[in-house]
Nanobody, 117 residues
């Protein structure tokens, strides 16, 4: 199985930016569809963005126009560029495959994003 490690979170002011990284071990990641998810305290985990093998991307309405998901297959890494951050973006962010996410499996430790007002 692929191992996923999220990094890049931190504390920023509203309007700031962060770039999250999801580093994967294992060559299968090169052809795997990937997504970013987030969960705020007391709230349900939600899908933020996906990127599929063709490179096509999709975004939750709440982040559309502000976040960008991308992939670097040479580095086995998926990124989430987060611009124009809002306090409601505060959450723990996770990467996962859509299939594993649907099975509630293979979640890593996540990376904390905190946006101050």
């Amino acid at each position: 199985q692929v191992q996923l490690v999220e990094s890049g979170g931190g504390l920023v002011q509203a309007g700031g930016s962060l770039r999250l990284s999801c580093a994967a071990s294992g060559s299968i990641f090169k052809i795997r569809d990937m997504g970013w998810y987030r969960q705020a305290p007391g709230k349900q985990r939600e899908l933020v963005a996906t990127i599929i093998g063709s490179g096509k991307t999709n975004y939750a309405d709440s982040v559309k126009g502000r976040f960008t998901i991308s992939r670097d297959n040479a580095k086995n890494t998926v990124y989430l560029q987060m611009n124009g951050l809002k306090p409601e973006d505060t959450a723990v962010y996770y990467c996962n495959t859509p299939v594993a996410a649907l099975m509630n499996a293979s979640w890593g430790q996540g990376t904390q994003v905190t946006v101050s007002s």
